[in-house]
């Protein structure tokens, strides 16, 4: 591909994700996922993939065939399921338990919009000088609108946090551990945690079960949601693991269920 393909290839990625994270998708999740995937392949150093609009940036999660995602991990490795939430990727920093700064996936200042949502925690029980929690925020007037209300909620001058829920999945910097004591440490501090599925055994087939209970609606029916996602329990193989310049090695999204390669 040429350098100028590759630049409107971007452009055109650029272009889509704003879309989106307006409230206005131009096209569907797996199309835009097969172009980032492209651009990932062809380019992978591209200043969109590095840096998305500056600042502390979220990753995004790798949306491969599962097997094939499961099968490059060491023999038998143990995994959590959780709901992927249909929503925006929100950052949240307390400084000595106190909550000091909020920020969207591509790093823009948040704080005030996210003090407005009253299930976020102002104060949580923690010395640590700095801790960073992240999360999903997202719409609870229906699944089709969730996302939307969530990226107008930050873009309003005026936010009330109005119809609107924070659910926390992560504490950076835990490399000792689960995945699970994460969870519970997030309950512990107050914060809303959207459930999960610890699986030991037989990790593929069972994930294909919970992925077509999802697809019926028999599990995490209550929240906004647009597929699974699973993570590695162990923090110390997760570390190991580490992450590319998109997205963490050691978790994956399921949206649809695909053969491997």
Not at 35 to 48: G, H, S, Y
Not at 107 to 134: F, H
Request: glycine fraction near 8%; include cysteine; charged fraction near 25%.
């Amino acid at each position: 591909m040429f350098v100028i393909d590759v630049q409107k290839l971007a452009n055109k990625i650029q272009l889509l994700d704003e879309a989106y994270r307006a409230g206005n998708p131009l096209v569907s999740d797996l199309e835009f996922d097969k172009l980032k995937a492209e651009l990932v392949d062809i380019d992978p150093k591209n200043p969109i993939l590095l840096s998305p609009g500056g600042g502390v940036h979220l990753l995004s999660l790798g949306n491969q065939p599962f097997e094939n995602w499961y099968k490059d991990l060491p023999l038998n490795t143990e995994v959590v399921v959780e709901p992927k939430i249909d929503g925006c990727a929100v950052a949240l920093r307390y400084k000595y338990g106190r909550l000091v700064k909020a920020w969207n996936r591509k790093g823009k200042d948040i704080t005030y919009a996210m003090r407005k949502v009253s299930n976020v925690p102002q104060q949580i029980n923690l010395i640590e000088q700095n801790v960073e929690i992240r999360g999903e925020l997202y719409g609870l007037t229906g699944h089709l609108n969730s996302q939307r209300l969530a990226a107008g909620h930050m873009r309003k001058k005026a936010p009330d946090g109005k119809g609107l829920a924070f659910c926390a999945f992560e504490v950076m910097g835990r490399d000792n551990g689960y995945e699970v004591d994460t969870l519970q440490e997030l309950l512990c501090l107050g914060f809303h945690v959207c459930g999960h599925v610890r699986i030991r055994t037989s990790v593929i087939q069972k994930v294909k079960i919970l992925h077509d209970d999802w697809l019926d609606s028999l599990i995490f029916s209550r929240y906004p949601t647009d597929g699974l996602v699973v993570k590695v329990n162990s923090h110390k193989l997760q570390t190991e693991l580490g992450s590319g310049s998109v997205a963490p090695d050691w978790a994956i999204a399921v949206k649809e269920w695909k053969d491997p390669e």
